[in-house]
């Protein structure tokens, strides 16, 4: 360890006031019937709101409490700058509370705790990046009560190891961090925006019919070719409560694809990092492959994945697991919880994104029904009511190309975003070992 390097606990870094070290309150002092529509409200940090590996908090789906209830909870408020940790669930979660945010405290809820760092001996920037260090998430799995939902507590977070350099030292290693983690943001910007466009698309195509309404009143769309305007029945039909084009069919989601249920696995099937294929969970959908991807040489009745392919998760938490992503990256195997959808055609995929996108709040819905503990699933059954608006295969092609380039550069926003991690996460581990230094 270089000189002046110190080796000590988050506890002993922790600020001299009260509550610099806490948790959020007890299930029944914080319940969704505590939240309120209200702009002066207090926001209230959950899972959600912490970061998935680059953004170090996500204030998208903040929900709020009135100011009295957050009074009555002061031991367990946050403010700009403290460290938040999940306690409960996703153990591994780390977050910092950003202070260019129009709110000057936040309340924790049940399953987080916080960390008010010594501003004279730790910069939360660096105790945020070193609690994502391997050594610190190989703490936090030793030390997981995994009994029920994993949980961990208080005690733990307190003797929580840590790597102390300099004041100076600790800034300029999260500022070489940080620069790489915007980089990464940027990637994610550009695909959210890519994913919105073909979003807008699919439902400017397939739920507004706008094409055909078009056509019905003799002009072409902006987004329909001649060869398709040609083809196009300029008509509608209508079948109980639904009005849609002529040439549609009405089918069950579940004869659209075949949803493959990903395959579990254990301790046994695991090998060592980088040997065999990695296993993908909702963290790698959300991170990419990262040092704590679990990796396996051979599974029998595997489910295999690869690039291109469409994956539906279909168990988690409501707010934050249910989702559907495209997988840009190489062959690997597909974890439990997980479909893997497998449209008859390939040309048939950009379709189908755009229609589990579209079926998100539904898909919620139905996991919400089944919610314990915080968590909720989907089964097929629920998949077998969800009657579409099928359009005929002119149109699944035309979406296709129409779409083409736009999926092109997400897997290339994809692509980049790897190497970007690989380079941060290689960099973090040198950093926070003291293999590498730089100068403040």
């Given at each position: 360890?270089?000189?002046?390097?110190?080796?000590?606990?988050?506890?002993?870094?922790?600020?001299?006031?009260?509550?610099?070290?806490?948790?959020?309150?007890?299930?029944?002092?914080?319940?969704?019937?505590?939240?309120?529509?209200?702009?002066?409200?207090?926001?209230?940090?959950?899972?959600?709101?912490?970061?998935?590996?680059?953004?170090?908090?996500?204030?998208?789906?903040?929900?709020?409490?009135?100011?009295?209830?957050?009074?009555?909870?002061?031991?367990?408020?946050?403010?700009?700058?403290?460290?938040?940790?999940?306690?409960?669930?996703?153990?591994?979660?780390?977050?910092?509370?950003?202070?260019?945010?129009?709110?000057?405290?936040?309340?924790?809820?049940?399953?987080?705790?916080?960390?008010?760092?010594?501003?004279?001996?730790?910069?939360?920037?660096?105790?945020?990046?070193?609690?994502?260090?391997?050594?610190?998430?190989?703490?936090?799995?030793?030390?997981?009560?995994?009994?029920?939902?994993?949980?961990?507590?208080?005690?733990?977070?307190?003797?929580?190891?840590?790597?102390?350099?300099?004041?100076?030292?600790?800034?300029?290693?999260?500022?070489?961090?940080?620069?790489?983690?915007?980089?990464?943001?940027?990637?994610?910007?550009?695909?959210?925006?890519?994913?919105?466009?073909?979003?807008?698309?699919?439902?400017?195509?397939?739920?507004?019919?706008?094409?055909?309404?078009?056509?019905?009143?003799?002009?072409?769309?902006?987004?329909?070719?001649?060869?398709?305007?040609?083809?196009?029945?300029?008509?509608?039909?209508?079948?109980?409560?639904?009005?849609?084009?002529?040439?549609?069919?009405?089918?069950?989601?579940?004869?659209?694809?075949?949803?493959?249920?990903?395959?579990?696995?254990?301790?046994?099937?695991?090998?060592?990092?980088?040997?065999?294929?990695?296993?993908?969970?909702?963290?790698?959908?959300?991170?990419?492959?990262?040092?704590?991807?679990?990796?396996?040489?051979?599974?029998?009745g595997g489910r295999r994945i690869d690039r291109g392919d469409l994956l539906l998760s279909w168990s988690g938490n409501p707010d934050t697991s249910i989702d559907t992503f495209l997988y840009f990256g190489g062959p690997a195997w597909l974890n439990q919880h997980i479909f893997k959808v497998a449209t008859k055609r390939p040309e048939d995929r950009a379709y189908m994104f755009g229609l589990l996108r579209s079926l998100k709040p539904r898909l919620l819905a139905f996991a919400r029904a089944k919610q314990t503990t915080g968590l909720g699933h989907i089964t097929l059954k629920d998949?077998?009511?969800?009657?579409?608006?099928?359009?005929?295969?002119?149109?699944?092609?035309?979406?296709?190309?129409?779409?083409?380039?736009?999926?092109?550069?997400?897997?290339?926003?994809?692509?980049?975003?790897?190497?970007?991690?690989?380079?941060?996460?290689?960099?973090?581990?040198?950093?926070?070992?003291?293999?590498?230094?730089?100068?403040?």
């Open positions: 360890m270089p000189a002046h390097w110190v080796r000590c606990t988050l506890d002993a870094i922790k600020a001299d006031s009260d509550n610099a070290i806490a948790g959020g309150p007890f299930g029944s002092d914080l319940t969704q019937a505590d939240y309120v529509d209200d702009p002066d409200g207090v926001p209230v940090i959950r899972g959600c709101n912490l970061g998935h590996g680059e953004r170090r908090f996500y204030p998208d789906e903040l929900v709020f409490v009135h100011p009295s209830k957050a009074d009555a909870l002061r031991r367990s408020q946050a403010y700009p700058g403290d460290v938040i940790f999940t306690q409960r669930g996703t153990v591994s979660q780390v977050g910092l509370v950003p202070d260019d945010l129009p709110w000057r405290r936040f309340l924790l809820s049940q399953s987080q705790m916080k960390l008010t760092c010594d501003l004279s001996r730790a910069d939360p920037e660096y105790v945020y990046y070193w609690c994502r260090s391997p050594e610190v998430q190989r703490y936090v799995e030793n030390w997981t009560i995994a009994a029920g939902v994993p949980h961990t507590n208080l005690s733990t977070l307190r003797q929580t190891p840590l790597l102390l350099p300099p004041l100076a030292e600790q800034r300029a290693i999260a500022g070489a961090l940080s620069a790489l983690d915007r980089r990464i943001s940027l990637c994610d910007d550009q695909r959210a925006v890519l994913v919105q466009l073909v979003e807008l698309l699919f439902r400017t195509w397939f739920i507004d019919h706008e094409p055909t309404a078009a056509k019905e009143n003799g002009l072409r769309h902006p987004t329909v070719d001649e060869a398709l305007y040609s083809r196009l029945a300029p008509a509608f039909t209508v079948e109980g409560d639904r009005r849609f084009p002529l040439a549609y069919r009405l089918l069950p989601l579940t004869e659209l694809a075949e949803f493959q249920n990903g395959s579990a696995f254990g301790l046994t099937d695991f090998s060592p990092a980088g040997e065999g294929l990695p296993i993908i969970k909702i963290g790698e959908l959300k991170q990419g492959i990262t040092r704590q991807t679990r990796y396996c040489v051979h599974r029998d998949l077998r009511t969800l009657v579409i608006e099928y359009p005929p295969v002119m149109m699944r092609d035309a979406f296709d190309a129409l779409t083409a380039p736009y999926f092109a550069k997400i897997g290339a926003c994809d692509e980049l975003r790897a190497s970007l991690v690989a380079a941060r996460d290689e960099l973090l581990l040198r950093l926070m070992s003291a293999e590498a230094r730089l100068r403040p």
